[in-house]
């Protein structure tokens, strides 16, 4: 079992910037593939940036791409994501993810959730 806390959100303005941070607990936390999700009011849950196992390979929604930066310490049992240039549309609620797997933008091949951290963009 694996348990993910979510932390840095909060209210910024558009074009501003926030830094999330997910801690896992488990020890073998370079064997999961690390997934941030986000969902707004009435809206599905989408995909918003996936690292792999050694945070070689990342992967991003058009939406973020070029504004959100994954990364990943290993050494911490950390995945970070860096957001840049917020926009209103960015308001959600951001959930880390771990794939046992390998890492996707889908989030039905992930094993484990946090319980989300409220992002909120105004203008």
């Known amino acids: 079992q694996v348990q993910l806390v979510e932390s840095g959100g909060g209210l910024v303005q558009a074009g501003g910037s926030l830094r999330l941070s997910c801690a896992a607990s488990?020890?073998?936390?370079?064997?999961?593939?690390m997934g941030w999700f986000r969902q707004a009011p009435g809206k599905e849950r989408e995909f918003v940036a996936a690292?792999?196992?050694?945070?070689?390979?990342?992967s991003y929604a058009d939406s973020v791409k070029g504004r959100f930066t994954i990364s990943r310490d290993n050494t911490k049992n950390t995945v970070y994501l860096q957001m840049n240039s917020l926009k209103p549309e960015d308001t959600a609620i951001y959930y880390c993810a771990a794939d046992s797997r390998y890492y996707s933008s889908n989030h039905n091949e992930y094993d484990y959730w946090g319980q989300g951290t409220q992002v909120t963009v105004s203008s």
């Open positions: 690292i792999s196992f050694a945070g070689i390979t990342t």
């Open positions: 488990t020890r073998t936390f370079s064997d999961y593939g």
